[in-house]
C-alpha cells in the first residue's frame, strides 16, 4: 500500500490522534493515503467513527505490539 504521509501519535490520548490526523488530512489531496500510529487503544474505535463522520476511507487497521494503526484514505 503507498502511504503518502504518516502522522506518529504514539504517546498521546483521545482526542489528540484524531486532531493530528484531521490536521494532516486537510493538508492532503483527494485520495492520498494517511497512517496513523497510536498507543491509545481507544483510537482504533474512534478512527472508525471519524471515518464515518468525514467521508474519509478507513482502509485498513492493525494491532503491531503496543501500536494501533489506522490507514486512512483522503475523501
Known sequence: MNIDREV???????PLPI????????EMAS?????????DAGSMRDFQAFAK??????LHQETIGSDYVSILKRR
Request: aromatic content about 0%; overall charge positive.
Open 31 to 39: 485520495g492520498q493515503v494517511l497512517k496513523v500510529i497510536a498507543t
Open 53 to 58: 463522520q468525514t467521508g474519509n476511507e478507513l
Open 19 to 26: 486532531l493530528k490526523a484531521k490536521k494532516a488530512l486537510a
Open 8 to 14: 506518529d501519535a504514539r504517546g498521546l490520548n483521545c
